[in-house]
């Protein structure tokens, strides 16, 4: 079936009130870039999920899973699949004691927040980290010695056959900013994080630290995807990319921040391909200069 049949026969089948032709990926990206999605659909529950999937198998249509788009860059001609974005509507959340269960829309400072309320430590770094509880899993996001590895104890998700899973901690295959889920042929919807008592306002006092640090030293008055590149092994990336020369070097409305090297910022009217340019130039400077091979943090998806 063609993009207009798809979207007839999930407008059949889905009593969602979201789902959307051509829509600007701009809009969902925290680079506020990219261009435009066949389909997006914002699933509201997990049998709307179970449906839509049905949909793209039968339809054999492809697909995309992302949460708040903190992480991710789409080229400038969009992306030729269905988007399934999760986020506001999977937000639920308890705590039991030490164990905190929550659905992987929810924000990562929103979580840390309950987590902070409840007298529970563990997730002080993710306080300033934009992405969603199921982006971190994903990429086992991490900042200031953290990462979430360090607090899951199992997660849910459902397979491409519809069929709901749980996924016990030793078997996620973590690495660096890497987990199981990286294919993106599953979505995950709850995990249980299992966290340590502590005085709240110890808490709390250090998560205001942080996120004063990242205040001080991250250009968060500019649209971005964070830091661009994963860390190489002995080295710290925003080092490289300074002395390589590249402080404040600008292609069209991308810029190597000036504030932390280690950012490719959106000064304005920055497209998709000048920020891939930005990441190819940077990644050559730092080759010649250094010898380092950067690997991209980011997720690049879509067509040029």
Same mark, same amino acid.
């Given at each position: 079936? @063609?993009?207009?049949?798809?979207?007839?026969?999930?407008?059949?089948?889905?009593?969602?009130?979201?789902? !959307?032709?051509?829509?600007?990926?701009?809009?969902? +990206?925290?680079?506020?870039?990219? #261009?435009?999605?066949?389909?997006? $659909?914002?699933?509201? +529950? $997990?049998?709307?999920?179970?449906?839509?999937?049905?949909?793209?198998?039968?339809?054999?249509?492809?697909?995309?899973?992302?949460?708040?788009?903190?992480?991710?860059?789409?080229?400038?001609? *969009?992306?030729?699949?269905?988007?399934? =974005?999760?986020?506001?509507?999977?937000?639920?959340?308890?705590?039991?004691? @030490?164990?905190?269960?929550?659905?992987?829309?929810?924000?990562?400072?929103?979580?840390?927040?309950?987590?902070?309320?409840?007298?529970?430590?563990?997730?002080?770094?993710?306080?300033?980290?934009?992405?969603?509880? *199921?982006?971190?899993?994903?990429?086992?996001?991490?900042?200031?010695?953290?990462?979430?590895?360090?607090?899951?104890?199992?997660?849910?998700?459902?397979?491409?056959? #519809?069929?709901?899973?749980?996924?016990?901690?030793?078997?996620? @295959? !973590? #690495?660096?900013?890497?987990?199981?889920?990286?294919?993106?042929?599953?979505?995950?919807?709850?995990? &249980?994080?299992?966290? $340590?008592?502590?005085?709240?306002?110890?808490?709390?006092?250090?998560?205001?630290?942080?996120?004063?640090?990242? +205040?001080?030293?991250?250009?968060?008055?500019?649209?971005?995807?964070?830091?661009?590149?994963? &860390?190489?092994?002995?080295? !710290?990336?925003?080092?490289?990319?300074?002395?390589?020369?590249?402080?404040? !070097? +600008?292609? #069209? *409305?991308?810029?190597?921040?000036?504030?932390?090297? *280690?950012?490719?910022?959106?000064?304005?009217?920055?497209?998709? =391909?000048?920020?891939?340019?930005?990441?190819?130039?940077? =990644?050559?400077?730092? &080759? @010649?200069?250094?010898?380092?091979?950067?690997?991209?943090?980011?997720?690049? $998806?879509?067509?040029?």
């Amino acid at each position: 079936m @063609d993009r207009d049949e798809v979207m007839e026969d999930l407008k059949k089948k889905l009593c969602i009130k979201k789902i !959307f032709k051509n829509e600007p990926m701009s809009k969902h +990206t925290s680079f506020r870039v990219g #261009g435009p999605a066949d389909i997006m $659909v914002i699933p509201e +529950t $997990v049998e709307e999920i179970r449906t839509l999937l049905s949909c793209i198998k039968e339809n054999k249509y492809p697909f995309f899973i992302m949460g708040n788009g903190s992480n991710l860059l789409v080229k400038d001609k *969009g992306i030729r699949a269905i988007v399934i =974005k999760i986020l506001d509507n999977f937000n639920n959340i308890s705590v039991n004691d @030490d164990i905190i269960e929550a659905e992987t829309g929810i924000l990562l400072s929103k979580l840390s927040n309950v987590a902070m309320r409840n007298g529970l430590s563990g997730l002080e770094f993710a306080s300033g980290i934009p992405g969603t509880l *199921g982006g971190a899993i994903v990429m086992n996001a991490g900042a200031y010695g953290g990462q979430i590895s360090d607090v899951l104890l199992e997660t849910e998700y459902i397979d491409l056959e #519809g069929q709901i899973k749980i996924l016990e901690m030793e078997k996620h @295959d !973590f #690495g660096y900013r890497k987990s199981y889920f990286n294919n993106g042929s599953y979505i995950v919807l709850r995990a &249980r994080l299992k966290l $340590v008592k502590c005085d709240r306002e110890q808490i709390n006092k250090k998560m205001q630290i942080l996120n004063a640090q990242r +205040t001080e030293k991250q250009p968060l008055s500019f649209p971005s995807a964070g830091s661009i590149f994963k &860390r190489p092994e002995g080295h !710290f990336t925003g080092k490289l990319i300074q002395d390589a020369g590249l402080r404040g !070097f +600008t292609i #069209g *409305g991308a810029q190597v921040s000036e504030k932390h090297t *280690g950012f490719i910022i959106n000064k304005g009217g920055a497209t998709a =391909k000048d920020i891939i340019d930005m990441i190819q130039c940077i =990644k050559q400077k730092v &080759r @010649d200069k250094s010898g380092v091979e950067l690997e991209t943090e980011v997720r690049i $998806v879509g067509e040029d």
